[in-house]
Each structure stands twice: as structure tokens, then as C-alpha cells.
């Protein structure tokens, strides 16, 4: 079993970047969490961030192709403006879990609308670095129902 998940722009930062909002946790925190997790559970999973809108589609249309059973994407501010990356996600058959480390809508208005929550099976905001082992336990649960 598959999965990947997708950070988008500026998560390269994590830690440092408005921590107050953000957190301290590191990106490879966060995403060595993801792999042990995984392991435990027999899932083979792959993180990328991309500060680069085509990189991030690119990634997603590779994963229809590869047997890649899920995605877990936090899009960041991609998740308020990109209808490429909601049209890359609409052509991608698996589950897809979008994820926020803030809760995005106890903040401005314009983070309160997301194109990708038009595909997501599921979204989960304001759980920071936890948010992610949770759409991971959701992924996993729906892999064993299907
Ligand atoms: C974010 C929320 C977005 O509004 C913001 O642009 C980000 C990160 C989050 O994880 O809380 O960069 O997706």
C-alpha cells in the first residue's frame, strides 16, 4: 500500500516560519512521524514539498500511474487559488485527505475558502503536526473497508 503526501509553498520553513501559527515542529518531523507510523502499519509512503504549483501537479499526475493508493496534501497557500492543482486532484482516483496545520478559518477570510476541499474525501485543520498522522490513520482505515 501507497501513499503520498504533498507539502506545499513555504513548508520548507516549518519550525521557523510564524511558529506561533506554524508550531516548532520541523517538516522532517513531521514527516519522519509519517514514515514510522507507516512502517508500523506495512504502508510504503513518500513526502515532497515543492515551493512550485507545476511541481506539485506533476507529482499528483505521476501518482495516478504508480499505484499509489492515497494522497495527503496540505496544499498551503495553493489551497486558496489553485484550480490546477483541484483539476490534477479530480483526475486522481485514490482517497484524498487535505490537511492544515492552522485552523484556517479562524483566520482572514481568504483562507476560509479551499478548492481542494472540492475533492478531499476528507480535511482536517488546526491539529498541527498531528493532523497529518491523522489523515494517515484515515487512509489506512479506508484502504482495509475497500
Ligand atoms: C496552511 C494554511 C494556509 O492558509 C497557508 O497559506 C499555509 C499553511 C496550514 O497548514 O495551516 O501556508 O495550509
Do not use: C, M
Not at 20 to 43: M, P, Q, T
Not at 77 to 89: E, F, G, Q
Not at 117 to 135: C, E, F, H, M, T
Amino acid at each position: 500500500n501507497k501513499a503520498l503526501v504533498l507539502h506545499g509553498p513555504n513548508l520548507n520553513l516549518l519550525g521557523t516560519r510564524q511558529p506561533e501559527i506554524y508550531g516548532f515542529e520541523s517538516l522532517d518531523d513531521i514527516n519522519n512521524s509519517l514514515y514510522e507510523k507507516a512502517a508500523v502499519n506495512g504502508w510504503d509512503i513518500r513526502a515532497r514539498q515543492s515551493n512550485h504549483e507545476g511541481e506539485l501537479i506533476d507529482l499528483i499526475q505521476a501518482a495516478r500511474l504508480d499505484g499509489t493508493a492515497a494522497i495527503i496534501i496540505n496544499p498551503a497557500a495553493y489551497t486558496h487559488t489553485s484550480v490546477a492543482i483541484l483539476d490534477a486532484l479530480n483526475a486522481f482516483e485514490g482517497t484524498v485527505i487535505e490537511v492544515h496545520l492552522s485552523n484556517v478559518h479562524k483566520r482572514e477570510s481568504f483562507r476560509h475558502h479551499s478548492y481542494v476541499s472540492l475533492r478531499a474525501d476528507g480535511v482536517i485543520a488546526g491539529l498541527g503536526g498531528q493532523g497529518y498522522l491523522a489523515a494517515l490513520d484515515a487512509v489506512i482505515k479506508a484502504a482495509s473497508k475497500s
